[in-house]
């Protein structure tokens, strides 16, 4: 089964950057549909975030649109999210998935925290 590792997480003032990465152990990663979701505290409900295809499609939530940028490099297994003008309602656990066959395959999530 493949699995996902995220890092880049961390603190940022609010208009700050940050790019997190997600990396697969599967050499078939460039075929896979790539998502990126978050959880915000307080038990809300993880929401999507971004979505890149094998063939380099992406789709973005309205909330983030034109502030991230999903991408992927298939040389290195890895698929990022640049955050740009983070916004304090950005802070959550980001999340990468992946599906195979029809399971979904979660990586651990990174923390992202925006505030002054």
């Known amino acids: 089964q493949v699995q996902l590792v995220e890092s880049g997480g961390g603190s940022v003032q609010p208009g700050g950057s940050l790019r997190l990465s997600c990396t697969a152990s599967?050499?078939?990663?460039?075929?896979?549909?790539m998502y990126w979701y978050r959880q915000a505290p307080g038990g809300r409900e993880r929401e999507f975030v971004a979505?890149?295809?094998?063939?380099?499609?992406?789709t973005y939530a309205d909330y983030v649109k034109g502030r991230f940028t999903i991408s992927r490099d298939n040389a290195k297994n890895t698929v990022y999210l640049q955050m740009n003008n983070l916004k304090p309602e950005d802070t959550a656990v980001y999340s990468c998935?992946?599906?195979?066959?029809?399971?979904?395959?979660w990586g651990q999530g990174t923390q992202v925290t925006v505030s002054s």
């Open positions: 998935k992946t599906r195979e066959g029809f399971s979904d395959i």
């Open positions: 599967d050499s078939a990663f460039r075929n896979f549909d």
């Open positions: 979505y890149i295809g094998g063939s380099g499609v992406t």
